[in-house]
């Protein structure tokens, strides 16, 4: 019985996580500057991961670029192919990680690097792929702008927010 009330509430919050990366991308473009750069559709992932089990956080990562794809035509295609496999990255590396770290704010700090660090490694194998199969170019420069330069907001801001967010929730729990 205990399993059963474990799997239905992380099915629970990885679809409110779910819905949550559907849904945050429209607040943060009301900043065009900046907006997708912070990478919203990352932070409910990364939650996702440190309140659910692996496996639901990496099919929330995996399946959050294609259905905004079905509902808002965004991310683009082929390159929304890229990103679910670099989301499901996140939420499984993030999961496993902090399962394995003490669970502390460190373990937090660790587990989330190593997760963004994972996730751009696997979003740049991915693009390098979509690119030879699409016939168009990827580039040591276009991987570290578009995994590094470009996304340094979205990095600071999960840094910040995610171990706030994880402390917070586990703190409740209690």
Not at 62 to 73: G, K, N, Q, Y
Request: proline share 6%.
């Amino acid at each position: 019985m205990n399993n059963f009330r474990t799997v239905i509430r992380d099915m629970t919050i990885a679809s409110l996580c779910l819905a949550v990366a559907l849904v945050l991308p429209f607040f943060t473009g009301q900043i065009p500057a900046i907006g997708a750069m912070l990478c919203p559709m990352h932070i409910p992932v990364l939650i996702c991961a440190y309140v659910c089990s692996w496996q639901w956080a990496a099919l929330v990562g995996f399946m959050a670029p294609f259905i905004r794809f079905a509902l808002f035509s965004m991310p683009p295609m082929p390159f929304g192919i890229a990103m679910a496999f670099e989301m499901a990255t996140y939420g499984a590396v993030a999961a496993l990680m902090y399962r394995l770290l003490p669970k502390k704010k460190a373990g937090i700090y660790i587990s989330l690097i190593t997760a963004m660090i994972a996730g751009r490694v696997v979003w740049g194998a991915a693009r390098m792929i979509i690119a030879g199969v699409t016939q168009s170019e990827f580039t040591w420069s276009l991987f570290i702008g578009g995994a590094l330069l470009e996304a340094i907001p979205g990095i600071i801001l999960q840094l910040i927010l995610i171990p706030v967010i994880v402390m917070a929730v586990k703190r409740e729990r209690v």
